[in-house]
């Protein structure tokens, strides 16, 4: 394996350089400074945000370094059991968390097709995952392409819904019901946003979840009434 880092260096005050909005998006950097490892392929390999002494951060590298050695394993592996349904969707995980949602779907489909009954207990948090890395690609493409922001809304819904309704005792069950609340809310439909949203305040158990449920519900409201 390659002990090589391709470098991201983006300057958030340089309009003239249009790569530092699209690597700011990508790889979703909210704050700065932010480091980002990536692989040849520009997949995120790890992610430091805010100011890191000199002194910390070897370990800050030999993590990264270990999280890429892992993936390269796996995918050797996937080579000689290429149907292996746990390794399928450990490297399709593996692909979303690095942002790389095309390079996620073929391994995504083996997951699904060799695991019927979800016995490696993995297919409700790649559904959830699928359902987000679609759910990100909608806001953008609503102001670029509204059939393209259309098919990103009903794929990151059905993956949503499809963790909700097959997956009811999965850990990810309500966290996939508030993302389907809020891209509801994304694409403009409200009603549905305050339905789903409502629902999950009036059952969860989860003091976090509750919490953040009804501060998103206000702003859906809010959003709502000014429409």
């Known amino acids: 394996m390659s002990k090589k880092f391709i470098p991201i260096k983006v300057n958030p005050e340089d309009q003239e350089r249009p790569e530092n909005v699209e690597a700011v998006r990508r790889y979703q950097v909210s704050g ?15 992610k430091q945000v805010g100011f890191i002494y000199p002194n910390d951060f070897a370990p800050v590298i030999e993590a990264a370094l270990e999280k890429e050695q892992t993936f390269v394993e796996q995918l050797a592996k996937l080579e000689q059991t290429p149907d292996d349904a746990k390794l399928n969707a450990q490297v399709a995980l593996t692909y979303l968390e690095r942002t790389q949602l095309e390079k996620a779907l073929p391994f995504s489909e083996k997951a699904f097709k060799h695991d019927p009954k979800n016995s490696t207990g993995l297919l409700p948090e790649l559904h959830n995952q699928l359902g987000l890395a679609y759910g990100t690609k909608v806001e953008s493409a609503m102001v670029k392409n509204a059939e393209k922001a259309a098919m990103y809304y009903e794929k990151a819904v059905a993956h949503f819904t499809t963790v909700i309704d097959k997956y009811p005792k999965s850990e990810v069950n309500e966290h996939a019901q508030y993302y389907l609340g809020v891209i ?6 409200f009603d549905d946003a305050i339905s789903v949203l409502e629902k999950l305040i009036h059952h969860t158990s989860d003091a976090n979840i509750k919490q953040n449920t009804e501060a998103m519900l206000e702003r859906v409201k809010d959003l709502a009434s000014s429409n």
Do not use: R
């Open 184 to 189: 509801h809310a994304i694409k403009g439909n």
């Open 32 to 46: 700065f400074p932010t480091i980002v490892f990536a692989s040849s392929d520009g997949g995120m390999i790890a």
